[in-house]
């Protein structure tokens, strides 16, 4: 079986690796093109790119697809490689481009998505961390029929998988990529039988899983510290969770919601400041700080980063996106 392979980052590399070591056929990869990244902003292969080119895969790195769209002549290069892959299937993960209909006909077995929920809740570019900010308790991946629609298309395999207490979506991310893996393999073998079957998406129970943007990351004290944590976890390792007292901006990577905590300051006042965290007053609840980070420095715990930065008692913490409430 001849299996083009469209993707993009380390959840999509996981797939791609397994694909290859089952054996099966990978003529060509498509991935996006290479992007500034780092400090130095140099241009920086995706994941999938490294794979594809360790393994000696032909890599076509497109900025569009659709040939009647601003860039015809990369969809006229890339439609000329996908043509001569003569692939039995695409399998898609976390690819960053949409497909249009020639590519979702080309392959006679059409193309296969991994998706990183159980459709059709999350549907949509950020199904880990939605999940996690929402208090799921269960995600797991769906092997997807795809069509011209947004996560739209039939589902032909799924598997379920517990979110922890203190899952992040970094840790969440790697056991779903694991899992992925294995079922686009499980996928892939009862296509090549004949056994693979495709159950239409309930209408009920439809939710999007919106990209994550940056100005999420500022921390809304008014919400309850369980809501506070779920996204700090779901915003970890991006965009983290972000405060600002005085002129400094302070990044937030990790902390623990205290809900019991019977807290009666505004929210955004500090109540503690010790070794053990920044403890700080929110719509309900409080929530422990215990990893810091000021612009430009490194990320410390609560101990390290007090010895060198003060956040007395009583002092309020503010939100860049809601000024208004922190007067």
């Given at each position: 079986m001849r299996v083009v392979f469209a993707g993009t980052p380390e959840f999509a590399s996981a797939a791609l690796e397994r694909l290859i070591h089952a054996g099966?056929?990978?003529?060509?990869?498509?991935?996006?093109?290479?992007?500034?990244?780092?400090?130095?902003?140099?241009?920086?292969?995706?994941?999938?790119?490294?794979?594809?080119?360790?393994?000696g895969v032909p890599v076509a790195q497109p900025l569009s697809l659709r040939l009647d769209g601003k860039y015809p002549q990369d969809a006229e290069q890339a439609r000329a490689a996908l043509l001569a892959a003569q692939p039995d299937v695409m399998v898609v993960a976390a690819y960053g481009l949409i497909l249009p209909q020639w590519v979702l006909d080309l392959p006679h077995l059409g193309c296969l998505n991994i998706h990183a929920s159980l459709l059709p809740r999350w549907r949509g570019a950020a199904p880990i961390h939605r999940a996690i900010e929402a208090g799921d308790t269960h995600t797991g991946i769906t092997i997807m029929q795809m069509d011209a629609g947004l996560d739209t298309g039939a589902m032909c395999l799924h598997q379920a998988l517990a979110i922890g207490a203190r899952d992040t979506t970094a840790s969440l991310h790697d056991r779903l990529a694991a899992m992925g893996a294995e079922l686009i393999v499980q996928a892939l073998q009862q296509a090549q039988a004949g056994t693979l079957t495709a159950t239409p998406q309930p209408a009920e129970g439809v939710t999007y899983a919106h990209k994550i943007e940056k100005h999420e990351a500022w921390l809304d004290w008014r919400l309850s510290a369980e809501q506070l944590d779920r996204r700090l976890r779901a915003f970890t390792p991006f965009p983290g969770g972000a405060m600002q007292y005085g002129d400094d901006v302070i990044k937030v990577w990790a902390a623990q919601p205290e809900a019991a905590a019977d807290v009666q300051a505004a929210p955004g006042t500090v109540l503690q400041a010790s070794a053990a965290g920044v403890l700080v007053a929110c719509g309900s609840g409080a929530l422990r700080l215990t990893q810091l980070q000021r612009a430009g420095g490194k990320r410390l715990g609560a101990d390290d980063f007090l010895r060198g930065f003060a956040l007395p008692v009583g002092s309020r913490l503010h939100s860049a996106a809601h000024p208004a409430h922190d007067v």
């Open positions: 099966y056929d990978v003529p060509l990869v498509l991935t996006q093109p290479d992007r500034p990244a780092g400090r130095g902003m140099k241009l920086q292969a995706s994941p999938v790119k490294l794979t594809a080119l360790q393994h």
